[in-house]
Every structure is written in structure tokens, then in C-alpha cells.
């Protein structure tokens, strides 16, 4: 059966409609597809839906639809383009240009990427337009999908610096786009939030849900991607406690340690 996957800031009923339409369409060419539940992206943040859309893929196995649809943060461009296509690893994504496909073909490589033109420049075209185009990717029934093959260097990107904060997970855990050193375990370091001095933390090699220290902040290499950093407090709100969010700059430097 056909796996979709939709990474979305439409997080409440949007977000079944959505799947409705997507179920509507897939019951009409006969063809079952199963939906996994909503991957939810920080409102309005491209960078948030590149970052989810890539780890879905990493995830995921190779055949996985991967329908990304986030609100764009600014509105300068009046049209913008709604493509598909595959990665070198099999995995097929859906949804408009806005750069959330950037980190995907970085690291997976596009093996052919289609535009899907005449889209209606309408209000929630993501719920009356695309889902039934997301069905028929999802069914292999794409030949009248193929028509109009799209440039791979036009497929937009986020970018970003070193540190950026690309995901705050709900107990309030940061993912950050910096690896961290093979450091020994409680190691300390000294964080900095957008280049203002902000608290200390330490290095650890094992599960947070092992420290024994409430509210102690703590960063070790990321559940993620290995070449990414997890920054938490134990038993608490890290993000929450200091205003941290999607997009800002977390950094740190090495402080002197007795372990030295």
C-alpha cells in the first residue's frame, strides 16, 4: 500500500481535509494509500519544513510520498511553482517551490523533478488542487504528470548559517545546525543565542533522561543527523525557558575545565 507523509503547518482540521481529499481521489482510481500522521512544522518557517522534509526522508523507506505544504513567510513573488519529483533514493516529494526541497536534494540528489503547471492561484489550492495530485503520484499513475520536466538548479533553498536553530521539539529541546566536537563527557561550554551571552551547558555521551540534575542544560550529538547538535534541559523547557526559536543563532565556545 502507498505511503504519504505530509509535513505541514495546517495542524488542525486543515489538516484533515486535507487527507480527505487525498483519500476521495485515491478511492476513485482505486488505489488504497495510507496516510501517517501529520509531521507539524513552526508556522510560516521554510526552513523548519526543509529541515522535517529531509528527516522524513531519512526515516522513511525508499517509495514514501512526501507531501510538504507550509505557508510561505513573505509574499514576494506573486506565483510561484509547484513541483514533484524523486531523489537518487527513491523517495518522491510534492508541494510548491518555497525552498523546503532544498535540503532534501542537497544530501539525496534528484534523480528527475516535473513542474505541475495551471495551478489556481486560490485560496487553499494545497487542499483542492494538489491532494489529488499527491494520490495519483502515491498510485504510480503519473504520466500525464511528466510533461513539463523542471530545471534541478531551480529547486529553491534555505540557507542558513552554522548554528541555526532548525527544530524545537516539544519538551522544548533545540536541533542545531552545527556538529559537535568529540568532547569528553561533562565537558562544559558556554551558549550564546543570536551572539548574546546566554548560560552554560555541558557536553554528554549519554541519554539526557540519564542526568541526574534537574535543569541542567546539556548538549550531545543529535538524535537526528550526526552532523547536528541537540541542546536540552533535563526534566525541563530549554526553548521555553529562553525564548529560543526556529531560526535563531545557538553557538557556544569551550570553557576552561578542569578535565583539561
Same mark, same amino acid.
Given at each position: 500500500?502507498?505511503?504519504?507523509?505530509?509535513?505541514?503547518?495546517?495542524?488542525?482540521?486543515? +489538516?484533515?481535509?486535507?487527507? %480527505?481529499? !487525498?483519500?476521495?481521489?485515491?478511492? =476513485?482510481?482505486?488505489?488504497?494509500?495510507?496516510?501517517?500522521?501529520?509531521?507539524?512544522? =513552526?508556522?510560516?518557517?521554510? +526552513?523548519?519544513?526543509?529541515?522535517?522534509?529531509?528527516?522524513?526522508? =531519512?526515516?522513511?523507506?525508499?517509495?514514501?510520498?512526501?507531501?510538504?505544504?507550509?505557508?510561505?513567510?513573505?509574499?514576494?513573488?506573486?506565483?510561484?511553482?509547484?513541483?514533484?519529483? =524523486? @531523489?537518487?533514493?527513491?523517495?518522491? $516529494?510534492?508541494?510548491?517551490? &518555497?525552498?523546503? &526541497?532544498?535540503?532534501?536534494?542537497?544530501?539525496? %540528489?534528484?534523480?528527475?523533478?516535473?513542474?505541475?503547471?495551471?495551478?489556481?492561484?486560490?485560496?487553499?489550492?494545497?487542499?483542492? $488542487?494538489?491532494?489529488? !495530485?499527491?494520490?495519483? !503520484?502515491?498510485?504510480?499513475?503519473?504520466?500525464?504528470?511528466?510533461?513539463?520536466?523542471?530545471?534541478?538548479?531551480?529547486?529553491?533553498?534555505?540557507?542558513?548559517?552554522?548554528?541555526?536553530?532548525?527544530?524545537?521539539?516539544? $519538551?522544548?529541546?533545540?536541533?542545531?545546525? @552545527?556538529?559537535?566536537?568529540?568532547?569528553?563527557?561533562?565537558?562544559?561550554?558556554?551558549?550564546?543565542?543570536?551572539?548574546?551571552?546566554?548560560?552554560?551547558?555541558?557536553?554528554? @555521551?549519554?541519554? !539526557?533522561?540519564?542526568?541526574?540534575?534537574?535543569?541542567?542544560?546539556?548538549?550531545?550529538?543529535?538524535?537526528?543527523?550526526?552532523?547536528?547538535?541537540?541542546? %536540552?534541559?533535563?526534566?525541563?523547557? +530549554?526553548?521555553?525557558?529562553? %525564548?529560543?526559536?526556529?531560526?535563531?543563532?545557538?553557538?557556544?565556545?569551550?570553557?576552561?575545565?578542569?578535565?583539561?
Amino acid at each position: 500500500m502507498a505511503r504519504v507523509v505530509m509535513v505541514t503547518d495546517c495542524r488542525d482540521v486543515a +489538516f484533515s481535509e486535507i487527507c %480527505g481529499a !487525498i483519500h476521495k481521489e485515491a478511492d =476513485e482510481i482505486g488505489h488504497p494509500i495510507t496516510i501517517e500522521p501529520i509531521v507539524a512544522v =513552526e508556522n510560516f518557517s521554510e +526552513f523548519n519544513a526543509a529541515f522535517l522534509t529531509r528527516l522524513v526522508a =531519512e526515516s522513511y523507506p525508499a517509495g514514501t510520498v512526501i507531501y510538504t505544504l507550509v505557508s510561505k513567510s513573505s509574499n514576494m513573488r506573486p506565483l510561484h511553482d509547484v513541483i514533484w519529483g =524523486e @531523489t537518487r533514493s527513491g523517495h518522491i $516529494f510534492v508541494g510548491s517551490n &518555497f525552498g523546503s &526541497f532544498g535540503w532534501l536534494a542537497r544530501d539525496l %540528489g534528484i534523480k528527475h523533478v516535473y513542474e505541475i503547471r495551471d495551478v489556481p492561484q486560490k485560496s487553499f489550492s494545497g487542499k483542492t $488542487f494538489i491532494p489529488p !495530485i499527491v494520490a495519483r !503520484i502515491a498510485a504510480d499513475d503519473t504520466a500525464s504528470l511528466t510533461a513539463y520536466p523542471y530545471e534541478e538548479s531551480k529547486i529553491d533553498d534555505t540557507p542558513f548559517v552554522e548554528g541555526t536553530v532548525a527544530h524545537v521539539d516539544n $519538551f522544548g529541546n533545540v536541533k542545531i545546525t @552545527t556538529e559537535i566536537d568529540e568532547l569528553p563527557h561533562g565537558y562544559p561550554l558556554a551558549l550564546a543565542l543570536n551572539g548574546t551571552a546566554l548560560c552554560e551547558a555541558v557536553h554528554i @555521551t549519554n541519554q !539526557i533522561y540519564l542526568q541526574p540534575e534537574l535543569g541542567k542544560i546539556v548538549a550531545y550529538r543529535s538524535t537526528s543527523f550526526p552532523d547536528m547538535t541537540d541542546i %536540552g534541559m533535563v526534566r525541563g523547557n +530549554f526553548a521555553e525557558s529562553h %525564548g529560543i526559536r526556529v531560526g535563531d543563532r545557538l553557538t557556544w565556545t569551550i570553557e576552561s575545565s578542569d578535565k583539561d
